[in-house]
């Protein structure tokens, strides 16, 4: 089946600095993705969705300078945070759906921790 | 705006006990509901995709069903065992190329 892979599965990053997690459709086309972040014991919270070639949709409250999105691609959107800071720590995790849009399919997750 | 609840938030059982997680939203047009298992520290894993058009889908030990008219679905898990412990999570999909909203989830205990 159809395979979302996410890229570092883990990240520790120093405070001010920023860091990207790729977000990588294997074997299908996938014209929109979506990034969510999940703090602890709590649930997924969409932060973006982005479509190939275009600027990201933002959901209210999440700056869109420090959580930058690009999708430059049918088969990878990135996210990097910028100037991180500890509050920035979590768990992003990323998802895809192909034209059709009828399933949607995650990756497996990316911890970032700031230091 | 779509709000997708779970019940109960924790649950313990013992082993071999059937049992029943809930969820329920706000808006019945939904275009899919779909149950996750999320174990600590991990990503998601699909467990059931049930259409807007279903009632009810089924895998191994595992039922969903759905009501949408009432905004409701339930996730059936039959003889539970200790590897079926995880969180659980309920997500509604509005329409073919809208993302997902998430419910908190169920923590579920399967004690040996």
């Known amino acids: 089946g159809a395979v979302v892979s996410q890229h570092p599965s883990r990240v520790i990053c120093k405070s001010g600095t920023s860091v990207k997690i790729e977000c990588r459709s294997l074997?299908?086309?996938?014209?929109?993705m979506f990034w969510y972040r999940q703090f602890p014991k709590k649930s997924l919270m969409l932060m973006a969705t982005?479509?190939?070639?275009?600027?990201?949709?933002?959901e209210q409250g999440v700056e869109k300078d420090k959580f930058l999105i690009n999708h430059a691609s049918l088969t990878l959107s990135t996210l990097t945070v910028t100037s991180a800071h500890p509050e920035d720590s979590s768990f992003y995790i990323c998802?895809?759906?192909?034209?059709?849009?009828?399933?949607?399919?995650f990756g497996e997750g990316s911890w970032l921790t700031v230091v | 705006k779509q709000e997708v609840t779970q019940i109960p938030a924790a649950l313990s059982v013992p082993e071999g006990e059937n049992l029943v997680l809930n969820c329920s939203f706000t808006?019945?047009?939904?275009?899919?509901l779909q149950w996750f298992r999320q174990d600590p520290g991990k990503g998601l894993t699909s467990l059931l995709l049930?259409?807007?058009?279903?009632r009810e889908q089924t895998s191994g030990r595992l039922n969903a069903s759905l009501d949408k008219s009432s905004g409701r679905s339930t996730l059936y898990i039959a003889a539970s065992q200790p590897g079926d412990s995880a969180t659980y999570l309920c997500?509604?999909?509005?329409?073919?190329?809208?993302?997902?909203?998430f419910g908190a989830g169920t923590r579920l205990t399967v004690k040996p």
């Open positions: 998802s895809a759906s192909g034209k059709t849009g009828n399933t949607i399919y």
């Open positions: 074997d299908f086309q996938a014209t929109t």
């Open positions: 982005s479509n190939e070639g275009s600027k990201a949709t933002y």
């Open positions: 808006d019945s047009a939904i275009y899919n």
């Open positions: 049930i259409q807007s058009s279903q």
């Open positions: 997500a509604v999909k509005m329409g073919a190329h809208n993302d997902m909203r």
